[in-house]
């Protein structure tokens, strides 16, 4: 006689569907079992049960999904077993989750998440961002595990972007160190919601280092975060006049109030943050421009200088290096030096508004005697002026 087959341990419709509500509740809440897991519905134990958790949000999602359980089911021993089954077919690894439970590593390879990791690490440690800061924490903590196993190497930098932030961003550590400041960074959240959505925000500018009073409260939509060189900025759109215009995150007070409610939608985001792109490629840094300059720029209209410097060695090497230092530049290499074979100069062409012309001198200021400018006649002359001044500077000391 043929055998029977033997009964399997889920063909109980119920036992499925607590398998399935199981897999489910490790999908939607990552981490969940860990000590610090809590949420606002969650009973505070005395002594700690991973499985306490898994349990209530296990039954939560049951509600949820229309799913109805017996009183109290599914007992803690039960959960302990599907756990096994989710090991035994690799859903789980067969290691301890002492940080909380989660499955895999979601849409990425093992690798691919690895490279993530690394650059969450970097934005959270030199850029200061403070919310990445306190995922790069949780997730550290989930994933001590998968490090362990991995013997270190999980968690090693292999990439790392050392941009450091040079003013405080988190308001956690400044609460901490007991260096308060009264910044926009306190209303991140609020900032980031009304990018996403398109809301019209009011904040109030505190500071203004260029000395043209642009001081006090402003009607802007929000449009994106920006991280460059040693700040965060934000790059915003008047809402009278729909000018664009990019400020440093510090020199905005802890103040932000949502003016509506009633967002314009992520697809007016996406065409100002694209015109703001376009006039970020046309220059040099991160000045917009005036909203006239700025109009006749965007539609084509406005005449571009064209900026010629002429640079020497030893730095012409670090300028031929760089070809993709703007879009729009031409690098023309000079005579050879016969005795060196290498170039006597080199001749770096870009054309840019009038607007980028003080960013692209501070570039250029940066190479001291190794460099000269050519055109136009009106940045030849300043360059003139600054190196005199300098002299003068050194010769009065």
């Known amino acids: 006689m043929p055998k029977k087959p033997a009964s399997h341990p889920y063909i109980d419709s119920l036992a499925f569907e607590r398998l399935m509500l199981l897999i489910a509740t490790l999908l939607k809440h990552p981490g969940i079992g860990c000590p610090e897991f809590t949420t606002s519905d969650s009973p505070d134990h005395q002594h700690h049960n991973a499985l306490v958790q898994v349990q209530i949000y296990l039954r939560s999602l049951a509600t949820e999904c229309g799913v109805e359980l017996p009183t109290n089911y599914p007992a803690i021993p039960t959960i302990r077993k599907d756990l096994e089954i989710l090991r035994r077919y690799g859903i789980l690894d067969r290691r301890m989750y002492r940080w909380g439970y989660y499955l895999g590593t979601g849409a990425l390879s093992s690798e691919e998440l690895k490279m ?14 403070p919310q990445l800061r306190r995922i790069y924490q949780t997730l550290s903590k989930r994933l001590r595990g998968l490090d362990m196993e991995l013997k270190g190497e999980f968690f090693y930098p292999v990439r790392q972007h050392l941009n450091r932030a040079i003013v405080y961003t988190d308001p956690e550590e400044m609460a901490a160190r007991g260096e308060n400041r009264d910044t926009l960074f306190h209303q991140l959240s609020v900032v980031e919601k009304a990018i996403s959505q398109g809301l019209a925000i009011e904040i109030s500018r505190g500071s203004d280092l260029y000395g043209n009073s642009r001081i006090g409260p402003m009607r802007v939509i929000p449009l994106q975060l920006i991280y460059h060189d040693i700040a965060w900025y934000l790059l915003y759109e008047y809402c009278e006049n729909a000018h664009l215009a990019i400020g440093r995150l510090n020199r905005f007070k802890d103040y932000c109030i949502v003016l509506s409610q009633s967002g314009r939608g992520l697809e007016a985001q996406k065409n100002s943050l694209a015109k703001a792109y376009q006039l970020l490629e046309n ?9 006239q300059q700025q109009k006749l720029e965007l539609e084509g209209k406005l005449e571009f200088v064209k900026v010629k410097v002429r640079f020497f060695p030893p730095v012409t090497s670090f300028i031929v290096e760089g070809e993709r230092r703007h879009p729009k530049q031409k690098i023309t290499i000079g005579s050879v030096d016969t005795t060196t074979g290498k170039p006597c100069y080199v001749d770096y062409a870009v054309p840019l508004p009038l607007r980028s012309l003080d960013e692209f001198s501070i570039w250029v200021y940066r190479y001291m005697d190794k460099v000269q400018v050519l055109s136009p006649p009106q ?3 300043k360059h003139y002026q600054a190196a005199q001044a300098l002299v003068e500077r050194y010769v009065k000391s």
């Open 283 to 291: 220059g040099w840094g991160l000045y917009l421009g005036d909203p």
């Open 379 to 381: 940045l030849v002359e």
């Open 116 to 129: 993530a990791f690394n650059a969450l690490a970097s934005q959270a440690q030199f850029q200061g961002d």
